[in-house]
C-alpha cells in the first residue's frame, strides 16, 4: 500500500479542486484508512470535510505509514462497517437526502477463512462487539447493507504476480461493485484513473479510457448464501476477464458545466477561488491534469480569455514553470493542450454571448 498512499496524496488534491469548483460545498470528502488487528488496536482512522480542513486532510494523509502486517488479508471489513456506520449517522442528521460514494483502494483481499488470514476471528469479533457496525462481518451481508443503503462502491485493485492470487482477490471486491485494476501504480497513472472513473460518473467523456480496464472473475455469483458458500478454497482456479474502462453515470453526481463560463464571468467570488485553486494546482505533480479534466480544461480556456488580467499573467508564469520541470511526453502532452486551449478562446466567448 505504500506506493497507494504517496500515489494518492496528488489525486486527492485534484479531487478536493472539482467538488469545489463544481458542486460548491454540496459534496464531503471522506478519507477512511485501514490496517490490520496485528497493528493495534487503532485498525480505522478517518479524516473528513465535515470536521477538518483540506490542509488537515492532506496532513493527516502524509502521516500515513503503510505496514507489512502479519499476513496477506486487510481489516477491509472492520473499514466498510466503519463507512456503513458513517453514512448512516449522517443521514439520521441531514435535512436533506445525502448520497453516498465509495472508492476503496486495495491490494489484498479481505479477512476469510480462505484467503490465508490469521486474524479473521479478531475481526469478526470486534465487529460482532461494536452495535454501530451493523453491516456485520459476512461480506455478503455487508455487500446487501450497502446496496440496501444505496452505496455505490467502486475498487481500484493493484495487478498482483499471481493470476490466481489476483482472481481470488478480485472475486471478493467485485461483489461490491466494479473492480480497476490498477497495473501502473505511478503518481500520474492513479490520478489519472481515479479522476476518470469520477468523471464518468459525472457524465463526462474521458478520452484516456484506453489506458485502463476493468476486471471481473468469470461465473461469479453473489445473489444468495453467505461468504462460506460462495468464495472457495485457495486451491480453487479462477479466471477473470478484463473490460473497457466504462461506467454508468449517477444521478446524484451530474452536473451541468455549461455554465461555469458564464458563473466565472458574473460570479467575483466564484471567480476569485477558481484563480485561487488554479494558483495552488499549477504543480509538476498535478498540471497533467488540464490535459484529461475536461471541467479544469473549461475553466482555463476561459480564464485564457483575460489575457490582460495580473491573475492570468501569474498563472501563466506558473503553467510555463511547470512545463519546464517536465521531460519527454508528459512535456509533449501539456504543450500541445495549451497550445489547443488558446485555440478555443473564440467557443468560450460565444458561448458566454449565447447563454447571456
Known amino acids: 500500500m505504500g506506493r497507494y498512499i504517496s500515489s494518492l496524496a496528488a489525486t486527492i ?65 472492520t473499514a466498510l462497517n466503519f463507512v456503513h456506520s458513517t453514512v448512516h449517522r449522517i443521514r439520521q442528521a441531514s435535512v436533506m437526502p445525502t448520497d453516498a460514494l465509495v472508492l476503496l483502494f486495495t491490494d489484498a483481499p479481505p479477512h476469510h477463512i480462505h484467503t490465508l488470514s490469521r486474524y479473521w476471528r479478531q475481526e469478526m469479533d470486534a465487529i460482532e462487539a461494536n452495535p454501530q457496525y451493523t453491516a456485520g462481518y459476512d461480506w455478503l451481508a455487508i455487500r446487501r447493507a450497502f446496496q440496501a443503503a444505496n452505496i455505490h462502491v467502486h475498487t481500484f485493485h493493484s495487478n498482483l504476480a499471481e493470476v490466481h492470487d489476483m482472481a481470488q482477490s478480485v472475486l471478493f471486491y467485485s461483489a461490491m461493485g466494479p473492480v480497476v485494476l490498477v497495473e501502473n501504480e505511478s503518481t500520474t497513472e492513479i490520478t489519472k484513473a481515479t479522476m476518470g472513473l469520477l468523471l464518468q460518473l459525472m457524465g463526462h467523456k474521458f478520452e484516456f479510457a484506453s489506458q485502463f480496464t476493468c476486471v471481473t472473475v468469470d461465473d461469479a455469483k453473489f445473489d444468495v448464501g453467505t461468504e462460506n458458500d460462495v468464495f472457495p478454497s485457495m486451491d480453487t482456479r479462477l479466471a477473470f476477464t478484463k473490460h473497457p474502462f466504462q461506467f454508468t453515470p449517477l444521478p446524484c453526481m451530474l452536473e451541468d458545466v455549461s455554465q461555469l463560463p458564464v458563473l466565472f464571468e458574473s460570479n467575483d467570488t466564484y471567480q476569485n477561488m477558481v484563480y485561487t485553486i488554479f494558483g495552488a494546482f499549477f504543480t509538476p505533480t498535478n498540471v497533467l491534469a488540464l490535459t484529461y479534466n475536461p471541467i479544469l480544461a473549461k475553466l482555463w480556456r476561459v480564464i485564457c480569455r483575460r489575457r490582460l488580467d495580473p491573475r492570468y499573467l501569474l498563472l501563466s508564469v506558473k503553467l510555463s514553470t511547470c512545463v519546464s520541470a517536465l521531460t519527454g511526453l508528459d512535456k509533449a502532452q501539456i504543450q500541445h493542450w495549451i497550445e489547443a486551449s488558446h485555440n478555443h478562446s473564440h467557443e468560450i466567448r460565444d458561448a458566454i454571448l449565447v447563454v447571456s
Open 13 to 77: 488534491r485534484q479531487v478536493f479542486a472539482v467538488i469545489k469548483l463544481l458542486f460548491r460545498g454540496r459534496v464531503k470528502l471522506h478519507v477512511v484508512s485501514y490496517k490490520d488487528y496485528c497493528d493495534g488496536k487503532l485498525v480505522v482512522t478517518h479524516c473528513s470535510q465535515r470536521t477538518h480542513s483540506n490542509k488537515q486532510i492532506l496532513d493527516f494523509f502524509a502521516a500515513l505509514v503503510p505496514h507489512g502486517g502479519g499476513d496477506i488479508p486487510e481489516a477491509i471489513k
